[in-house]
Every structure is written in C-alpha cells, then in structure tokens.
Antibody
Framework: QLQLQESGPGLVKPSGTLSLVCSVS??????????WGWIRQSPGKLEWIATH??????YYNPSLKSRVTISVDTSKNQFSLKLNSVTAADTSVYYC??????????????WGQGTLVTVSS | DIQMTQSPSSLSASVGDRVTITCRAS??????LNWYQQKPGKAPKVLIY???SLHSGVPSRFSGSGSGTDFTLTITSLQPEDFATYYC?????????FGQGTNVDFK
C-alpha cells in the first residue's frame, strides 16, 4: 500500500526558505504514470502548489511560481518542495500527495498526513 | 484561474438523511471534477473522481453527478462517520483549484 510522509522544519523565519521532503513507501517513486504533488491548507482553504509528472515536466501555481521548486530523488524514493522568501502568509499545513491517473482523469490519492509549517521570527 | 464555488458552506443533518452538496465552476471543466472528504486533523481523502466515478473502497452511499460547470455530491443515507468537510477540486487546467469546502455537522 502506497504511503507518503512529510518531514521538515516546523518553523521558518520570514524571508527564509521552506524545505520539505515527502518520503514514499510501498512502491517505487519512479513508476510509470506516477506523478507527485504538493498542496497546502490554511484555515479551511486548500491550495495546489506544484506537480512533478512522470514525464519529467513540472507545473507550478502561478501565484507561487517565482518562489517554488519541486524535485524528485529516485535514489531515496523521495520528492521535495522548496519555497523561497517566505512570509507569514505561507504559514499552512503542507501535504504531499500522488497525482493518480486513469484513462485521462487525475486526482490526488493518497495524501501524506500533513505537516504544519509556521513562518515567524 | 478557474473558481470553484460550493454551496452550502455548512449544513446540519441527522443520521439517515440524504445530503446534497453543489459545486459550480467558473467555466466549463467537462467532467474533470473530484470530491474529497476531510475529517479534523486528517488529510483529505478522495471519494469521487471524474465527476461520477466512485473511488475504490468508498461506500456506495456516496455518488457524484454533473458535467460542464455544475456538479453534485450526494450522500444517500448519512452515517455517523460521514460528518466531515467536503471539497470539490477541478483537474481541468492549471492551476488546479479547490472549492471552499462544505462542513456537514450534527443537527
């Protein structure tokens, strides 16, 4: 059974870099048609951040594009998120998830348990 | 960006009730619409993908319908474990966007 687990600092200083890792277990991260993403949630609001497709293409939310990077490390069966120049507005629960695919349809499943990142000095 | 608007924002219901949640997209998204359930302190879980396809393991009391701009999630007989917040999400175009959520609580 595929499982995802986020890890990283829970507190980041303003103007610093938020760095999170998602560890994948139960299958290889390099499987065909496996796509990986990050989503964040501030009180009640879900926001898609980025997706890395099995093709190697990456897509970012335009509202964050200048500050965000998603990458995959197949040797560690992990993928990561970096968000630069953070402010208090980036305080959220961050989730990693697989972007599942079937017959042209995409949905996020499964999700990691989420990790709270607070931006504060 | 495609805006997703859910209604109602919250509703109160009893066990056994039929519950309907609506999601409207700001433009045509065909059937690229997913529904998720989230319980407090937990990650969202997919219920329905492609507007009407029941995800594996999801009880058959959940169903989805619609295409284009108007979609519905229906729970035919609400169970105690169904009290949660429900979100719709469009996967038609980047950025993928979510509705604001519908909280279903006890009447």
């Amino acid at each position: 059974q595929l499982q995802l687990q986020e890890s990283g600092p829970g507190l980041v200083k303003p103007s610093g870099t938020l760095s999170l890792v998602c560890s994948v277990s139960g299958d290889s991260i390099n499987g065909s048609r496996y796509n990986w993403g990050w989503i964040r949630q501030s009180p009640g609001k879900l926001e898609w951040i980025a997706t890395h497709y099995s093709s190697g293409n990456t897509y970012y939310n335009p509202s964050l594009k200048s500050r965000v990077t998603i990458s995959v490390d197949t040797s560690k069966n992990q993928f990561s998120l970096k968000l630069n120049s953070v402010t208090a507005a980036d305080t959220s629960v961050y989730y990693c998830a697989r972007l599942a695919y079937s017959r042209g349809w995409y949905w996020f499943d499964p999700w990691g348990q989420g990790t709270l990142v607070t931006v504060s000095s | 960006d495609i805006q997703m608007t859910q209604s109602p924002s919250s509703l109160s219901a009893s066990v056994g009730d039929r519950v309907t949640i609506t999601c409207r997209a700001s433009q045509n998204i065909d059937k690229f619409l997913n529904w998720y359930q989230q319980k407090p302190g937990k990650a969202p879980k997919v219920l329905i993908y492609a507007a009407s396809s029941l995800h594996s393991g999801v009880p058959s009391r959940f169903s989805g319908s619609g295409s284009g701009t108007d979609f519905t999630l229906t729970i035919t007989s609400l169970q105690p474990e169904d009290f949660a917040t429900y979100y719709c999400q469009q996967s038609y175009s980047t950025p993928q966007t979510f509705g604001q959520g519908t909280n279903v609580d006890f009447k």
